[in-house]
């Protein structure tokens, strides 16, 4: 079956930087849309960055110009550049994967969440002020 497992999780200073990543086993990743996404304590599940099958990229407005999603088929890796932490990027982070097109809306929104197949377990990266 399909099986995806996060990793890079950490804590680090407001300022710092973590790489997440996320390797997929039981399927090839090159005909799926990637994304991460992050849950708070206490919040909804949110999108964060996805990446087309054809390496298009959406990224929510919070992380814009720090975070950067990238994609490495022949490897079945998916990864998140974070850049520039801050206490409020604190949370679960998730790995997803869809075989289905992309919604196009933005990826905060609910649809992206309902729109993904597979999701791992999460790695917890917490930002200290």
């Known amino acids: 079956q399909v099986q995806l497992v996060e990793s890079g999780g950490g804590s680090v200073e407001s300022g710092g930087s973590l790489r997440l990543s996320c390797v997929t086993s039981g399927t090839t990743i090159s005909r799926y849309a990637m994304g991460w996404f992050r849950q708070a304590p206490g919040k909804q599940r949110e999108g964060v960055a996805v990446?087309?099958?054809?390496?298009?990229?959406t990224v929510a407005d919070s992380v814009k110009g720090r975070f950067t999603i990238s994609r490495d088929n022949d490897k079945n890796m998916l990864y998140l550049q974070m850049n520039n932490l801050k206490p409020e990027d604190t949370a679960m982070y998730y790995c997803?994967?869809?075989?289905?097109?992309?919604?196009?809306?933005?990826?905060?929104?609910?649809?992206?969440?309902?729109?993904?197949?597979?999701w791992g377990k999460g790695t917890l990266v917490t930002i200290s002020s």
């Open positions: 990446i087309n099958n054809a390496g298009i990229t």
């Open positions: 997803a994967a869809t075989s289905r097109r992309c919604p196009n809306v933005r990826v905060e929104s609910l649809t992206y969440y309902y729109a993904m197949d597979y």
